[in-house]
């Protein structure tokens, strides 16, 4: 079945510039998505259609792809942004139309 | 305002049903497909199911398939999710989660969500 990979963890400091990177080989041909969820909270939609910022989403927060590699860019990073991130593309090659990444746990130091 | 409201979870066993409820408003539901997302305790999201805005169309994950089933009801604005045969490896927070577009894409706008314990 199709996948997304992530790391597991990406340690950033204040006001420094984070990357999460989401790698699937569909992602050529289909868009990414990217979702925060803080601890007990549901997720939250922060990018669509691989670079697209819903409204009321912080500028800081942007989008790249780049062949088989998504990229979510948190630049100044805040205290507030610790959080875990996902990515979301769809398949549709299988009956299982949307896939997830793992997850990424952004810990701001 | 956009709001998606679960109801319906708790403790089952094994073997067991449940039913889970999502009340949305805010838009025009019968527009939209919608999901269902579940997590279980400390774990990622798994996409569970959709349905078409117009009903006709479902589809499910591999590890559900042929247990649980979607449903919607257009007059009252709500989506349903039932769940038959629970396994332990069911238990998670159930999350209902409105479509973005106006295909198979993505989420805007997610519920709270509904924990479901599955244990004897």
């Known amino acids: 079945s199709y996948e997304l990979t992530q790391a597991p963890s990406v340690s950033v400091s204040p006001g420094q510039t984070a990357r999460i990177t989401c790698s699937g080989d569909?992602?050529?041909?289909?868009?990414a998505y990217w979702y925060r969820q803080k601890p007990g909270q549901a997720p939250v939609l922060i990018i669509y259609?691989?670079?697209e910022r819903p409204s009321g989403i912080p500028e800081r927060f942007s989008g790249s792809i780049s062949g088989t590699i998504a990229t979510l860019i948190i630049s100044g990073v805040q205290a507030e942004d610790e959080a875990d991130y996902y990515c979301?593309?769809?398949?549709?090659?299988?009956?299982?139309?949307?896939?997830f990444g793992s997850g990424t746990k952004v810990t701001v130091l | 305002e956009v709001q998606l409201l679960e109801s319906g979870g708790g403790l089952v066993q094994p073997g067991g049903s449940l039913r889970l409820s999502c009340v949305a408003s805010?838009?025009?539901?019968?527009?939209?497909?919608m999901s269902w997302v579940r997590q279980a305790p400390g774990k990622g999201l798994e996409w569970v199911s959709v349905?078409?805005?117009?009903?006709?169309?479902?589809y499910y994950a591999d590890s559900v398939k042929g247990r649980f089933t979607i449903s919607r009801d257009k007059s009252k604005n709500t989506l349903y999710l039932q769940m038959n045969s629970l396994r332990a490896e069911d238990t998670a927070v159930y999350y209902c989660?409105?479509?973005?577009?106006?295909?198979?894409?993505?989420?805007?706008?997610w519920g709270q969500g509904s924990l479901v314990t599955v244990s004897s």
């Open positions: 989660a409105k479509e973005g577009g106006y295909t198979y894409g993505w989420f805007d706008y």
């Open positions: 805010g838009f025009t539901f019968n527009i939209y497909a």
């Open positions: 349905i078409s805005g117009s009903g006709g169309n479902t």
């Open positions: 569909a992602l050529p041909n289909q868009y």
């Open positions: 259609k691989d670079t």
């Open positions: 979301q593309s769809t398949d549709g090659s299988s009956s299982n139309l949307y896939v």
